[in-house]
């Protein structure tokens, strides 16, 4: 299938996109660059975080007949892991419900690339680089040191803003670890004379916020060179939730235990930009790990929330309604909570919608 505006049209759906009613979107111009037939690129990338628009992402990618031998998944760890783990803001299922959802969806590679000691480490940082990017590829650990940039300290919670640049969560522990692992890895460069041809799949969506309103279907992605042709792809862009969780219940997918715990997104379980809720159910299911979170507020004399509010005034102002009275809640809490996920566990007999979906408390980047 060789994808142009007219066609993506017709192929994605052909609905009418809107950002809280007002901003309408039109495909054609929302497509910078045409892409290659999907089977003609040599790798197709999709950055998973474990949460529901990059898994619809690719569910979309298995429908229009893309080869799942060809379809990768690269997950960025934000706690770092292996030994460089340092168990602080992520959820700690997730690279394992990603491992494992990756092996039943039949996708040939799932790999994981982490900033060396995650979050904690770049929060810390004192006086010093940042820290190496590592990445696992074929049972091996590769190490790509750090060599540019200044002496620096950070000790200071990442703002909370669509700046990239104060926000450094993402720019720092999933945008330049991805493009450091590309840009370096001998596998994705090809020559001159015949460039490797690579599609990079990600599951922003315009209905999320207003800054990614603004976001391309289609454009040159930050690591094309002349040796590797490297188109960006945002296939959901502009999908509605509804549509989403309509292609996991098509595929009867169980969703990450984020949102069946009441969570509206899939991003840190301990997110700078959790509500007032989800930060009282965070210290409902997880004390401890709030509790460290509150003590690292006051060593850095510094809040997570941007407004200078602690966390145990955050946790204070909101409530439990979202947390779910369901009698498998123990359960998915232990999920939640485990390095391991079954893959009986995957698919649903009789799927059911999460309690985080539909959910209007902010959790995650916007």
Known sequence: ?????????????GSEVTYE?????????AMTIPLLPL?????????????????ASTLWLLEEGVDPQKIEWWHQSIDGNFQDRVEFMDWPVTEAYVQSLGEVLGIN???????????YGELMRTNSLTNDVLYSDN???????TKQGKLSTRR????????LRTRWCSAYLKIDVFRRVLNNHPSYSGTLDKPKKILVVTGERW???AARSRYKMTELHACNTQSRIVHAFRPVIHWSERDIWDMYEKWRITPHPAYLLGYPRTSCFSCIFL??????????????????????EKELNHTINSNRIPLTQLADMGNLNRLPKDKRLSKWVDMAFSRSFSKDELIMDKWKLPAGAFGQSVGGPI
Not at 1 to 13: P, R, V
Not at 21 to 29: F, G, L, P, R
Not at 139 to 145: A, D, N, S
């Open 1 to 13: 299938m060789c994808i142009n505006d007219q066609q993506l049209l017709f192929d994605l759906g």
């Open 21 to 29: 009613t007002v901003i309408e979107h039109d495909i054609k111009n």
């Open 39 to 55: 089977n003609e690129y040599d790798h197709v990338i999709v950055s998973i975080s474990g949460g529901k628009d990059s898994v």
């Open 109 to 119: 590679k799932v790999v994981f690339q982490w900033r060396e000691n995650g979050i």
């Open 139 to 145: 049972g091996k650990i590769v190490r790509l040191p």
């Open 156 to 163: 200071k919670w990442p703002a909370q803003g669509a700046d």
């Open 207 to 209: 209905s999320e916020s």
């Open 275 to 296: 509500s007032p809720d989800l930060w009282a159910i965070c210290r409902e299911l997880a004390p401890e790990r709030f509790n460290m979170l509150v003590e690292k």
